[in-house]
């Protein structure tokens, strides 16, 4: 399985975010995207996942209302959509793929930059 996570790049406070996750290596039937990030000096944080098959969302608390995560199945492609950002929003994005069965998340991608400014 690879997942390759791309859109980062320099935000201004206020504005939004579109990071891709283009997932391959085999079919992704009852498996389940996350995404993450990782702030500098700061633990892994979970932002949100949803499933491949109907495309349920869950949010963690911290960015609900701010963040839309959805998925393009003929591309096998998810996506995480922020907007309202603030200098605190900067981290390494990662996205991360499991089966619905497993506990813990099997896959990362590289991770993604995105950096807010003031």
């Known amino acids: 399985v690879q997942l390759q996570a791309s859109g980062g790049g320099l935000v201004q406070a206020g504005g939004s975010l579109r990071l891709s996750c283009a997932a391959s290596?085999?079919?992704?039937?009852?498996?389940?995207m996350g995404w993450f990030r990782q702030a500098p000096g700061k633990e892994r944080e979970f932002l949100g996942s949803?499933?491949?098959?109907?495309?349920?969302?869950a949010y963690a608390d911290s960015v609900k209302g701010r963040a839309t995560i959805s998925r393009d199945k003929a591309k096998n492609t998810v996506y995480l959509h922020m907007n309202n950002l603030t200098p605190e929003d900067t981290a390494i994005y990662y996205c991360?793929?499991?089966?619905?069965?497993?506990?813990?998340?099997?896959?990362w991608g590289q991770g993604t930059q995105v950096t807010v400014s003031s």
């Open positions: 290596g085999r079919t992704f039937t009852n498996w389940v």
């Open positions: 949803i499933t491949w098959n109907l495309g349920t969302t």
């Open positions: 991360a793929t499991r089966s619905s069965a497993a506990r813990s998340y099997m896959y």
